[in-house]
Each structure stands twice: as C-alpha cells, then as structure tokens.
T-cell receptor, first 113, second 114 residues
Framework: GQNIDQPTEMTATEGAIVQINCTYQ??????LFWYQQHAGEAPTFLSY????GLEEKGRFSSFLSRSKGYSYLLLKELQMKDSASYLC??????????????FGKGTKLSVKP | EAQVTQNPRYLITVTGKKLTVTCSQN?????MSWYRQDPGLGLRQIYY???????DKGDVPEGYKVSRKEKRNFPLILESPSPNQTSLYFC?????????????FGPGTRLTVT
C-alpha cells in the first residue's frame, strides 16, 4: 500500500533549528517533495529530492535516503513566519500516472518566541 | 503572472444543488489535479488529468465529476452535493516534462454543504 508518515505537530523556538522527518512506503518512487502550507492557504513548493543526499536552499534543506524510505526537512534560524504545516509528498509512477503526488498528513510547526 | 485560479473561493450551498468549481492555469501545463483537504486527513486526490480529454480517478472520486476540454481548464462538478463534501478544495497543475515538475496550487475553494 501507499503510506507516508510524518509527525502531527512540533514546537520549536525562534532562532533554533528543527528537523521534520518523513518516512514513506509507496509502490513507485519518482521524487519527494516538501511543501509549506499556512493555515487556510495553498501549499507552496519548498524542495525536491530524487537522488540520495542533501539539497540546500537558504534556511531550508531537505535530505533523502531512498533505501530507507526516509526524508527530512531541516529549517534553520527559525522565524515566527515559519509557523505553518509542512507536507511531505512522494510522486509515484504507478500505472503511468506521472505527476501524481501522494501526500502525508502534514506536520504543524509552531514557532514560539 | 504564472498562476492557478479557482472560482468561487467560498461557497455555501444546500444538499442536492449541482455546482461547479472552476480551475484555470496559464502555464500551459499538461497535468492538472483536484484535491480535497480535511482536518486530520491531509490532501487527498479526487481526479487528475494528464492532458486534454484524458482524466482518471484519484483516491476519493465518489460524488465528483471532471472534464478537460481545454488544456487550461479543469472544472470540478458536484452533481448532487452532500454534507460530507464540505471541505477545502485545491486545484493544482504541473508540467511532467520538467525536472522537478512541482505542482502549483490554486488558492483553494472552501465549500460548505448544508
């Protein structure tokens, strides 16, 4: 079956570093995405990993291990505006459905002063 | 400006009254998709389309219809809405031929069915 797991909620302090983990079991794998979603708004793209390793983009980094079915999103120098839900999504390639994303339920991050 | 637009943004309706939520993208994307988002359940795919006249069911298609007559538009139709279709709906599009082919999301449509 298709399953993506991530913690439901996390809390961190402004200026700190937080790591949000995601594990997945999917029938196919054609890349892993992280999206940020503020309450009531649309998800916005943060990062994409298709090969093992770390991708860094400013304060945000994302890591992938395909053999372990594992990814994490690392947020550095946390700011209050980083309070949002973070969605892990895997693009499958099952049945030729190129482009389909399977989403985890999201991790709600609260940043405290 | 590259974007995905949805209309209406908010809708309150009654059980059984047919409605259509429109979705349009100006990025010439082949792939379009509809999701619903409910508390504790995350984003779930309703229908998707790989290109014009090509549509397929996602994980939760019951009670919904779609059509893709033009590349830019992908309307979601609820023929006989029921209260369990009260949700936040997102349309998204992408271009599978691009490297990451991330999906771009519309602003969302909050639907309440009474």
């Amino acid at each position: 079956g298709q399953n993506i797991d991530q913690p439901t909620e996390m809390t961190a302090t402004e200026g700190a570093i937080v790591q949000i983990n995601c594990t997945y079991q999917t029938s196919g794998f054609n890349g892993l995405f992280w999206y940020q979603q503020h309450a009531g708004e649309a998800p916005t793209f943060l990062s994409y990993n298709v090969l093992d390793g770390l991708e860094e983009k400013g304060r945000f980094s994302s890591f992938l291990s395909r053999s372990k079915g594992y990814s994490y999103l690392l947020l550095k120098e946390l700011q209050m505006k980083d309070s949002a839900s973070y969605l892990c999504a895997v693009r499958d390639n099952y049945g030729g459905s190129q482009g389909n994303l399977i989403f985890g339920k999201g991790t709600k991050l609260s940043v405290k002063p | 400006e590259a974007q995905v637009t949805q209309n209406p943004r908010y809708l309150i309706t009654v059980t059984g009254k047919k409605l259509t939520v429109t979705c349009s993208q100006n990025m010439n994307h082949e792939y379009m998709s509809w999701y619903r988002q409910d508390p504790g359940l995350g984003l779930r795919q309703i229908y998707y389309s790989m290109n014009v006249e090509v549509t397929d069911k996602g994980d939760v298609p019951e009670g919904y219809k779609v059509s893709r007559k033009e590349k830019r538009n992908f309307p979601l139709i609820l023929e006989s809405p029921s209260p369990n279709q009260t949700s936040l709906y997102f349309c998204a599009s992408s271009s599978p031929g691009q490297f990451s082919a991330e999906q771009y999301f519309g602003p969302g449509t909050r639907l309440t069915v009474t």
